[in-house]
């Protein structure tokens, strides 16, 4: 076996450990993603609390349902340009499953948002 033979064979053998690397990893489009899908889950959190404080004692929300607008406009905007960049589909590291669940919360986010707002000023 010549040395280029023992070259091709050893890049060979690095490819799939390499691959198994990027599946298990922490790429920058997971992070990203991830990160906007947490960001949209605590807007989540943060509208239902105020819509709750809104019904139940007539108070103002209006701050929890601010921070619930933003955080739900910061999850769909995180998780449509993640989405609009990513190479491939799930499973390639480029963070197109967090996108896809900061995309839909960040809308369920804005969506208890905007009645605990308007809710208040009513």
């Not at 490819?15 to 605590?42: E, I, K, S």
């Not at 819509?51 to 601010?66: C, I, N, P």
């Amino acid at each position: 076996m010549s040395v280029r033979q023992l070259s091709a064979a050893s890049v060979a053998a690095q490819a799939p450990v390499q691959q198994l690397a990027d599946a298990y990893g922490l790429t920058a489009g997971r992070l990203v993603g991830t990160a906007g899908a947490l960001v949209a889950l605590a807007g989540v959190l943060v509208g239902i609390l105020a819509l709750a404080h809104t019904r139940r004692s007539g108070g103002d929300g209006r701050r929890g349902a601010q921070a619930a607008l933003v955080a739900g406009l910061v999850g769909v905007v995180t998780g449509a340009v993640t989405l609009a960049v990513a190479d491939g589909g799930p499973g390639t590291g480029n963070g197109v499953v967090g996108a896809g669940a900061g995309l839909v919360l960040g809308l369920v986010s804005a969506a208890l948002g905007r009645p605990a707002l308007t809710r208040r000023a009513g």
